[in-house]
Structure formats: C-alpha cells, structure tokens
C-alpha cells in the first residue's frame, strides 16, 4: 500500500495478484488493480464454510501477526462473531520462530477441533508438524 502513493505520483499503473487487504483499492486510486479475492470476501467464504460445518466445535483462530495473516484471521472472526459462534483461541505468533510447541500446548489443553490460521506456509507447515507430534 505505501508503494501505491508512489506510483500513482509517477502515473505508473500497479497490478497485483497478492495484496488482499481491502484498503488497497478501496482508495479510489485510477492506476491500482488485484487480481485476487481481498480480505473480506475470503473471509466470508472461510467464515460461512466454518459456520456451516464446524459452529459447534472449538474453533482457533491463530496469525502472524503480519498485515495479511491478522487482517484475513480478523475478517473471518468478524464473520463467525456476527453468526454467534465465538474461538476458543485468538493467539498471534512470531514468524521465522522454529518452535511453536508453547501455542500447540495451549491449543492441546483447549481440546480444539479447528484451527484457522491467518498466514504463511512456512509457519503453517511447522505449526501442524508439531501439533502432529504432540498427538494434536
């Protein structure tokens, strides 16, 4: 977004196919384009899906605390919230850490059937490894 005000200074257009945050053409800006869903509309996709089939199972709602892992996971809460379904878990993490065992603990004792998580794969693929190894 900040790159945004740049370009459009200098009249260069800016097409992207990852920015999702909802505010990247919401500013009216004649020259920025996505080519992806933004974070309200997966949100509401995620949300209806996790309504739909899982409203009376503990839900976690885990992200990364970066703009585009916080923004969707608070989108779909926002979603669940509205439908009267609250998480059992709203936990942020650190990227780049190798051992998240101290969040799969919390939630192991929490019983959690779901966990929604707002971010990249390289901490999702480390997160359910080590939930698989702590029998979660």
């Given at each position: 977004?900040?790159?945004?005000?740049?370009?459009?200074d200098a009249g260069i257009i800016q097409i992207t196919p990852a920015s999702t945050n909802v505010k990247f053409t919401e500013r009216g800006m004649w020259n920025t384009f996505r080519t992806c869903g933004?974070?309200?509309?997966?949100?509401?996709?995620?949300?209806a899906y996790l309504?739909?089939?899982y409203k009376d199972k503990k839900i976690a709602f885990v992200h990364d605390k970066t703009p585009y892992g916080k923004g969707l996971v608070d989108e779909t809460q926002m979603v669940?919230?509205?439908?009267?379904v609250k998480p059992v878990i709203f936990e942020g993490i650190n990227p780049g850490e190798k051992d998240y065992s101290a969040l799969v603990s919390k939630l192991k004792s929490a019983n959690v059937d779901i966990?929604?998580?707002?971010?990249?794969?390289t901490e999702a693929g480390l997160i359910l490894r080590q939930m698989r190894d702590q029998g979660l």
């Open positions: 977004i900040p790159a945004s005000d740049v370009y459009l933004r974070d309200d509309q997966q949100a509401a996709v995620a949300g309504v739909a089939n669940l919230k509205a439908k009267g966990v929604y998580f707002g971010g990249y794969y």
